[in-house]
């Protein structure tokens, strides 16, 4: 396999607007698939990576509930991106998903004991968005984070 020399510089520093960028981008994408896939949750944000916060749909809630995700979405790709930045791409989405169980963990006790929210259809669904969400963060800012090719001056 062949390295080519951006992607090298690119893991010898952590670059945090690459991190912004990512975790926007990909905390939009997964605002409208709030489930984590796109064949049984597209629509409007009900849920944050993939738990309901509230009883009931109101615009309200779905403003609240948005806001909720892109917070998360970019708190969770600075974590992911600055524990992967040195390694390369497989490893760094494979460390992200490793990453995303344990933000699971953490969303799972901060919702389950001190912020109670309603019941979800499935913990399963909430542990497989985190899971993708992650996967996805952790390739966005790799290819994020390579910078442009130098241009070779000739002389």
Not at 56 to 68: E, Y
Not at 72 to 79: E, G, P
Not at 136 to 153: M, Q, V
Request: with cysteine; glycine share 10%; net charge positive.
């Amino acid at each position: 396999m062949r390295e080519y020399e951006q992607d090298i510089r690119a893991r010898h520093y952590f670059d945090f607007k690459a991190a912004i960028y990512a975790g926007l981008i990909v905390g939009i994408l997964f605002l409208f698939l709030p489930r984590g896939i796109p064949w049984t949750s597209w629509g409007l944000p009900t849920e944050a990576m993939g738990r309901s916060l509230f009883g009931q749909d109101s615009t309200s809630a779905m403003f609240l509930t948005g806001t909720v995700q892109i917070v998360m979405a970019v708190a969770y790709t600075l974590i992911i991106s600055m524990v992967i930045y040195r390694y390369r791409m497989l490893k760094a989405v494979l460390i992200g998903g490793l990453i995303g169980i344990g933000l699971y963990a953490v969303n799972y006790l901060f919702f389950r004991f001190l912020i109670p929210t309603p019941g979800n259809r499935s913990e399963l669904t909430v542990f497989l968005t985190h899971l993708s969400f992650c996967f996805i963060a952790a390739g966005a800012y790799k290819g994020i984070s390579i910078p442009k090719p130098k241009l070779k001056e000739h002389g």
